[in-house]
């Protein structure tokens, strides 16, 4: 089965299920998986993140390999929001490493407080930073303040995800 055909063929749930259930817990189609993402063009970049996070929510260990490739990929300033979307929804399902922690940390930071962002990409670096939070205690002085400011301000999606966070980080 060609990945890249099974990418470009729809851009639908039921072809990101399809491309999921395919992948499995193979580490080699994950990696052809992350590679397709990697090197684009624009469409298929796109269409190859949403099931790259959903792959990774089922099976966490297969982005451990990936992450810092992903992150500088994430990183660059011309990262598309379904990129970014896609990379910051994966980080709330595993087990950061020590050595990335504080990288991911500014990285969803500058998501959270730029207004500019999607609410998507803002909410999922919400919910990772809370998740850090849980072994680096001292974000809790940063994020508790910022979300609280935000929360007047933020969509029904944003102030959701305010409050389940809020309540978290002061149990």
Known sequence: MNLKTLILKEHSKAQRERITK????????????????????????????????????????????????????????????????NIVRLLQFIEIPKRNQGRIANLCFTFLLDKKEPIAVRVFSMRVLGNLAKKMPELKNELIPLIEDEIPYGSAGFISRGRKVLKELKS
Do not use: M
């Open 22 to 85: 395919y992948i499995g817990d193979d580490p080699k189609k994950f990696t052809e998986l992350v590679d397709i993402f990697l090197t684009g063009p624009y469409r298929i970049t796109q269409r190859a993140a949403w099931p790259l996070s959903y792959c990774v929510e089922q099976n966490h260990s297969l982005i451990k390999p990936h992450i810092l490739t992903l992150l500088k990929f994430v990183e660059r300033p011309d990262a598309p929001d379904a990129v970014k979307r």
